[in-house]
């Protein structure tokens, strides 16, 4: 790799490391790889080596078998070598298909990758998960291969779409919610509130690796989610029954995981588990970042549906990741009356 200026270098998993870089110019690696990205990416920065380059369909439809077969075919038609390096560049999408097709590729080659939205650089390149969806299941196929290098550019968040921006915003919350003593993430999530929605260049540069950061910890104790790992799960349950049941359209993922953080506070409230005044204070920082209460536009009988849908179908009980204050996560059995009671679901 080429010397780089770093601001931070954040290693964790064993030959995995994230920098952040300060220069656009300086972001791609140099030597021999094929880049996988998507369309809109390459509008905005149009990496070099347009031959060596795959470009997907934007969105989520592109987490699919068919683009893995299609980025096995390109590196094989470009010869790439088991020591060569595939270079994700590009929002989670990019990052889960192209790691998941180089961990397979040649039974694994270099993988780098350069994640260009918020959610990307805080959570999705990081952790070593690769993943696509199949048989109309998200994320029922992957890896865990965690890449050589995250590389990350907080400039390259300029172009992104303030719906994308809001996204990734809720999982940096999240992250400064599961470590409030880490990094100082909170302070700065209650402090610099202005600069962080006009994108402030220098509260990027620490609110990034920050939440990279807290992410990382957590993974590298854990990297195949046999415990805690399962934490930063934290309002996903909720949250993806949502996404389901509005067809991954309505809502963004980030507007999914924030509402079902407070609702797994209400659940938590509701069971005497968590400390009413984190809950209050956690509603408020959400609502301060945008995410206030909304008309959900869907029945709350399919909401319960598809989270009772998704534990059977991982084999498990109704158990939910609850807070029982900051910082502190428990995972909990929960029964129907509670649910319902959170859900407004009113029986009888
Ligand atoms: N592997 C993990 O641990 C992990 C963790 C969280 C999420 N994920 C996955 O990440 C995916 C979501 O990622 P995402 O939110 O980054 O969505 P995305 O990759 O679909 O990107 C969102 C949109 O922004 C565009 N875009 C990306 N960067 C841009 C930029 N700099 N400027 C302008 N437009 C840009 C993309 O083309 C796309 O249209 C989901 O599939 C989710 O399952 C994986």
């Not at 954040?10 to 920098?19: N, R």
């Not at 109309?136 to 196929?141: A, F, P, R, T």
């Not at 402090?191 to 540069?205: F, V």
Request: overall charge neutral; proline content about 3%.
């Amino acid at each position: 790799m080429a010397a780089m200026r770093k601001i931070a270098s954040i290693p964790f998993l064993e030959g995995e490391s994230a920098v952040l870089h300060v220069s656009e110019e300086e972001i791609l690696p140099s030597g021999e790889f094929v880049t996988v990205t998507d369309k809109n990416i390459v509008e905005f920065f149009a990496p070099a080596d347009s031959n060596r380059m795959l470009k997907m369909p934007p969105g989520e439809t592109a987490k699919a078998w068919t683009s893995v077969e299609k980025i096995l075919n390109f590196a094989l038609s470009l010869s790439l070598g088991r020591d060569g390096m595939m270079l994700g560049f590009g929002g989670g999408v990019v990052c889960d298909v192209t790691a998941f097709a180089a961990s397979i590729y040649m039974r694994g080659c270099r993988l780098v990758l350069v994640p260009t939205t918020l959610l990307s650089m805080v959570d999705a390149a990081i952790g070593g998960k690769t993943g696509i969806n199949f048989g109309g299941s998200k994320n029922i196929l992957g890896t865990f291969y965690p890449a050589n290098e995250v590389r990350i550019c907080p400039k390259l968040l300029r172009t992104l779409p303030d719906w994308e921006y809001k996204s990734g915003l809720a999982e940096v919350i999240k992250h400064a919610m599961l470590e409030p003593k880490k990094y100082g993430l909170l302070d700065i999530l209650l402090s610099r509130r202005e600069a962080i929605l006009s994108r402030d260049s220098r509260i990027l540069n620490r609110i990034i690796p920050a939440a990279a950061k807290i992410k990382a910890d957590i993974v590298s104790a854990d990297l195949r989610e046999q415990g805690r790992r399962a934490y930063l799960n934290l309002g996903h349950t909720f949250g993806h029954a949502l996404e389901g049941a509005t067809n991954f359209i309505r809502w963004s993922h980030g507007e999914a995981v924030a509402w079902g953080i407070k609702k797994a506070l209400d659940l938590g409230e509701r069971m005497g588990i968590t400390n009413p005044d984190w809950a209050k204070f956690s509603r408020r920082l959400f609502s301060e970042y945008g995410f206030d209460d909304v008309n959900l536009e869907v029945e709350s009988s399919k909401l319960k549906e598809a989270m009772i849908h998704d534990k059977k179908k991982q084999g498990g009980e109704l158990r939910f990741i609850l807070m029982r204050d900051a910082g502190e996560v428990t995972v909990e059995k929960v029964n129907q009356f509670d649910l319902d009671s959170v859900l407004e679901i009113r029986n009888g």
